[in-house]
């Protein structure tokens, strides 16, 4: 097993790793925003001074791209892939043998729907998106509203509290542990070892920060596979009860697909939810025009995805020679694509960097990617963001924040980990039911379903 890992780690960090700590030191814009405290902190000032005139950019080894549509024309080419080209990839030999020693499943390796190509992207992804449709996530909104209600109870009324620890965590691991058919007794569980996972999402992460996610993965898998035995006897109704009985999926594909969902399902809300307290609470102007007028809460949280999306970055690699953006590029060439500097292109979005809830485009963000590798979840997350924020400020008006937020130290992940706040005066539910003027707004159609069809191709 620590062969493996140690063989993952040196493929997939430890010469970045190396190249970055070196481009660090010569003060390189690119390894600061993926490695120094900057890119974690505030990565939008080197976003700007990466994005020049606009076009690809080469970073050695890589090339990015900040630009809102060059980044969805590339989300959306089949000419592009996600799955690591051959000539960064393991030897044929080493191959097989991993193919036979397969890794712990995690969110960031195959046959995690986010690093698979066609055609077992689509195989896989199929039987999972009907858990997703508007349809199936309207019907969750009487339970996303319950969980909301039980966790405002539970903070403390005029007193500290931390946010992230007592709030926006844990409505999202809630929801998803409920979707997947996990017992409520688990969740604590799941936020450990989730925490010791998502760092798998960045690149030239630390020898021990490696092994820690990998053998937290390991502990994820124990537990599905005698939670999907479990399920063949008795299943429930499910994602994965679903996914079990249906039959597509082998046991190695159904633990990989639930450990991305409850990473994709945890990891986007927590950080939108928090992301977004912190940026109504620095513009009281724009919180006081969402109590004046709460229709604007949808868009509201289409302009926070934009302006601060919890997903920063993906990568794409060119599965032939190709021309893009006016460069020609060889076969195997990687592009960084930064959502972040997407968002806040300023010939999409003018004045991309001030935060207006009322902007009309907001729903044009890349923040759930695009293309046949749109986040399946971004209803989920929508309706989960609308309510725990509306919900959150409704019932604590006073709400503060008491000490500077903490940073989780991530790239790739872009929230909190801590958000220190003084809660203020609680209402109770049937005085926010009094003063509120339309009910909540339940799910919206999908926007993103016109972006699933790729570009056409070259050979079209």
């Known amino acids: 097993m620590k062969t493996r890992y140690a063989y993952r780690w040196v493929n997939n960090h430890a010469v970045i790793r190396l190249f970055e700590k070196v481009l660090l030191r010569r003060g390189d814009a690119f390894s600061r925003l993926q490695a120094g405290p900057e890119g974690i902190e505030n990565p939008y000032a080197l976003i700007e001074e990466l994005r020049g005139d606009g076009g690809l950019v080469r970073t050695p080894p890589v090339w990015m791209a900040f630009d809102h549509d060059l980044v969805r024309e590339i989300l959306r080419d089949n000419r592009f892939g996600v799955g690591v080209p051959a000539a960064f990839g393991s030897p044929r030999p080493l191959r097989r043998w991993l193919d036979r020693n397969p890794l712990p499943p995690n969110p960031a390796d195959a046959p995690s729907l986010l690093v698979i190509d066609q055609p077992e992207h689509t195989r896989l992804r199929k039987p999972v998106t009907a858990a997703f449709t508007p349809r199936a996530v309207t019907r969750l909104r009487e339970r996303i509203e319950t969980v909301t209600e039980e966790l ?65 993965s390991e502990r994820v898998q124990e537990y599905l596979l005698a939670h ?159 309510h725990a924020l509306r919900a959150l400020f ?32 609680r209402f109770r539910p049937q005085e926010v039911a009094d003063r509120r003027v339309p009910p909540l707004a339940a799910a919206q159609p999908d926007p993103l379903a016109a972006d699933r069809a790729p570009l056409p191709t070259a050979r079209d």
């Not at 006073?398 to 005066?425: F, M």
């Open 152 to 216: 405002l109870d539970a903070m403390p009324e005029d007193g500290p509290t931390d946010l992230v620890q007592r709030f926006s965590s844990r409505l999202p691991i809630a929801i998803i542990s409920e979707m997947l058919g996990f017992p409520e007794d688990d969740i604590e569980m799941f936020l450990r070892w989730g925490d010791d996972i998502s760092p798998l999402f960045d690149l030239g992460i630390s020898w021990r920060t490696h092994q820690r996610a990998m053998e937290a």
């Open 228 to 386: 999907v035995e479990r399920l063949r006897v008795d299943p429930g109704d499910d994602i994965l009860s679903n996914l079990v009985t249906a039959g597509e999926l082998d046991t190695y594909e159904l633990c990989a697909t639930a450990t991305l969902l409850m990473a994709a399902g945890f990891e986007t809300t927590v950080n939108l939810v928090g992301n977004g307290i912190t940026w109504l609470l620095r513009h009281p102007e724009q919180l006081d025009r969402l109590r004046a007028e709460p229709d604007l809460w949808p868009n509201a949280v289409d302009e926070i995805l934009r302006i601060d999306p919890p997903v920063q970055t993906t990568a794409r690699t060119a599965r032939e020679p190709l021309e893009v953006g006016g460069l020609k590029l060889r076969k195997g060439s990687v592009v960084v694509l930064s959502l972040a500097g997407a968002n806040r292109d300023p010939r999409v979005f003018p004045d991309p960097t001030t935060f207006d809830l009322t902007r009309s485009n907001a729903k044009s963000h890349v923040s759930f990617s695009n293309g046949i590798h749109v986040c399946p979840g971004s209803n989920l997350a929508r309706m989960e963001a609308i």
């Open 394 to 425: 409704e019932r604590f008006p006073d709400l503060r924040l008491t000490d500077p937020p903490t940073r989780r130290q991530l790239y790739t992940l872009h929230g909190y980990r801590h958000l220190p706040a003084h809660t203020g005066r």
